[in-house]
């Protein structure tokens, strides 16, 4: 269903409530199995978008197409290609490790033979082996974060969204965290994260910087600091944001 090797296409996609523009006239591509890194301070506009490309909110303007679907006439085609990780923490705290895999693999219309592979590849992925009967409120929320990855990831979606994973996360847990997405993306898995961590960026094969809903810079890490003619990210977008201050 992805068409000329791009997992997702965005053009002049806008979001407005009231009078208040959340995103305006946002464009930019996704390339099938890359790292896409969505940055920007909070309140930028990253969660709109991600929400919009999910499917879970209807855009004002503009067109988006993830893998292969309109996000606004086909959004729940879109739901049942992807993987979705929220910003907040969407388990069931009072459901041990392995009852929330199951709950999530029903949800999904798994079938019993199958989701018994995907549940233990899951488990296998997020390092919980030793933890499935353990209630999901009790794990520390870098382990709750892979979880949620887990369960996200139970019915093999090639692209997946993660919003802001790694917010409240121990340094390394968070690295820990990465090693999981770069694993995912050298098996053809397409990750698009949000995250205002400007040391997470560097990860990213293609970053987009958004300031006040609207895009300000596009490119790789190293693409964005010699173009700046700057040695780190956070320089990169102190200059954008200054430069949108004006």
Not at 149 to 176: M, N, Q, W, Y
């Amino acid at each position: 269903m992805i068409q000329n090797d791009h997992a997702i296409t965005v053009e002049n996609l806008t979001k407005k409530f009231g009078d208040f523009t959340a995103v305006d006239k946002v464009s930019f591509r996704v390339k099938e199995g890359e790292i896409f890194g969505f940055l920007g301070a909070n309140g930028a506009g990253k969660t709109t978008v991600i929400r919009m490309l999910c499917g879970l909110l209807t855009s004002t303007s503009g067109n988006a197409n993830v893998a292969g679907y309109d996000i606004n006439t086909q959004s729940e085609q879109v739901k049942r290609n992807i993987g979705y990780m929220s910003q907040k923490f969407s388990l069931y705290n009072d459901l041990t490790v392995m009852e929330n895999l199951l709950f999530f693999g029903g949800v999904y219309g798994i079938t019993s033979k199958i989701l018994q592979d995907r549940i233990s590849w899951a488990i296998d992925m997020a390092g919980l082996q030793d933890r499935t009967s353990l209630l999901t409120g009790s794990l520390p929320v870098g382990w709750k974060q892979r979880l949620a990855l887990g369960c996200a990831l139970l019915h093999r979606p090639k692209i997946v969204f993660l919003d802001e994973p790694t917010g409240g996360v121990d340094p390394i847990s968070r690295r820990r965290f990465w090693e999981l997405i770069h694993t995912l993306t050298n098996e053809g898995t397409t990750v698009f994260v949000t995250t205002h961590y400007l040391d997470e960026a560097e990860y990213c094969n293609t970053i987009v910087l958004l300031h006040a809903g609207k895009l300000v810079a596009e490119g790789s890490p190293q693409k964005l600091k010699t173009g700046y003619n700057v040695q780190s990210l956070e320089d990169v977008f102190i200059h954008l944001v200054n430069r949108e201050s004006d």
